[in-house]
């Protein structure tokens, strides 16, 4: 998977992916210990390992004290778009297929 980001001076991601059930796991790490990541913008080019995101859900958890929030999400084919709100230390974004 091919993960861009913008606003991320300090911010690493890697992308996993669950062999069964198609879910795909963002971890999110902020190395600048005395400034949070804001208004993150992630893209995700998923079109090897899915043809088509547009039953999938976007869910954020993190142990920080204030946790982040997707939001601007564009989902087109096999590419996900989306803002955090904020990453203070460490996230995890699960994209997985709706319920």
Do not use: W
């Amino acid at each position: 998977p091919v993960v861009r980001m913008e606003n991320s001076r300090y911010l690493i991601a890697n992308v996993t992916r669950k062999a069964e059930g198609g879910q795909f796991i963002v971890h999110l790490l902020n190395y600048d210990l005395k400034n949070t990541a804001e208004n993150v913008r992630i893209k995700l080019d998923l079109r090897d390992y899915a043809k088509d995101l547009s039953g999938y859900q976007i869910k954020v958890l993190s142990p920080d004290e204030n946790a982040a929030e997707a939001g601007r999400i564009l989902i087109k084919g096999g590419t996900c778009e989306f803002t955090l709100s904020r990453v203070e230390h460490y996230g995890v974004v699960v994209i997985s297929q709706s319920k």
